[in-house]
């Protein structure tokens, strides 16, 4: 059974930078698409970026340009590097994976808090 797990999560100053990381455990670990969410207080949990297993990145409107996902398949890892954080980036970030086009996301981590303060 793969679990992921989050780690990387911090305070930071607004403008300043954080880098997430997502770790997938487990025997064998294959996916079609990995991906990182977020949920502020009293929010609802929402995309903000993906990776495919062929590389295709994709970003929602609000971290476009800022943020950037990669991943390490030899560690069996998926990065997220946060640059220019504003006060609204604030979150639980969460790693998610799909195995395939007709699954919905699945083994979700605990999460990673960060935090942007003025």
């Known amino acids: 059974q793969v679990q992921l797990a989050e780690s990387g999560g911090g305070s930071v100053q607004v403008g300043g930078s954080l880098r997430l990381s997502c770790a997938a455990s487990?025997?064998?670990?294959?996916?079609?698409?990995m991906g990182w969410f977020r949920q502020a207080p009293g929010k609802e949990r929402e995309f903000v970026a993906s990776?495919?297993?062929?590389?295709?990145?994709s970003y929602s409107d609000y971290v476009k340009g800022r943020f950037t996902v990669s991943r390490d398949i030899a560690r069996n890892t998926m990065y997220l590097q946060m640059n220019n954080l504003k006060p609204e980036d604030t979150a639980i970030y969460l790693c998610?994976?799909?195995?395939?086009?007709?699954?919905?996301?699945?083994?979700w981590g605990q999460g990673t808090q960060v935090t942007v303060f003025p």
């Open positions: 487990g025997r064998t670990f294959s996916f079609y698409v």
């Open positions: 990776i495919a297993a062929s590389g295709h990145t």
């Open positions: 998610a994976r799909r195995i395939s086009s007709n699954t919905d996301y699945g083994s």
